[in-house]
């Protein structure tokens, strides 16, 4: 009986565990989509990195701003060609919930 017991509280807390992992990471992939027409960005929090990827059909460099509730970054990509893409690792990062990404200039290359 008390072996029952025991097996139950212990699935009951990995459950709740699992859900609340899951809830924080549903919230931290809100930056799915287009910011200003052309740089898409993805989050990908198993590796902590961030996918900036150029929808443009011609080449650009873009400087944005990732902002999450302990800190600001400023990111700076090279020149992205027309459907490819350039990774940021996010290991500085404490709290990986994402606020607001935000494109502040784009550039020809």
Excluded: W
């Excluded at 809830?23 to 590796?47: A, I, M, N, R, W």
């Excluded at 600001?72 to 060609?81: A, K």
Aim: with cysteine; hydrophobic share 40%.
């Amino acid at each position: 009986m008390k072996a029952t017991l025991i097996l139950i509280s212990l699935i009951s807390l990995v459950s709740i565990f699992t859900l609340v992992s899951f809830e924080t990471h549903k919230d931290l992939k809100q930056d799915d989509s287009k910011q200003d027409g052309c740089l898409v960005t993805y989050v990908d929090f198993s590796t902590i990195d961030v996918l900036a990827m150029n929808e443009c059909s011609q080449s650009y460099k873009f400087k944005f701003t990732l902002t999450f509730p302990s800190q600001t970054l400023d990111l700076e990509t090279d020149c992205i060609y027309e459907g490819k893409n350039q990774i940021f690792s996010l290991d500085e990062v404490k709290n990986f919930r994402l606020i607001n990404m935000k494109v502040t200039e784009k550039q020809e290359c």
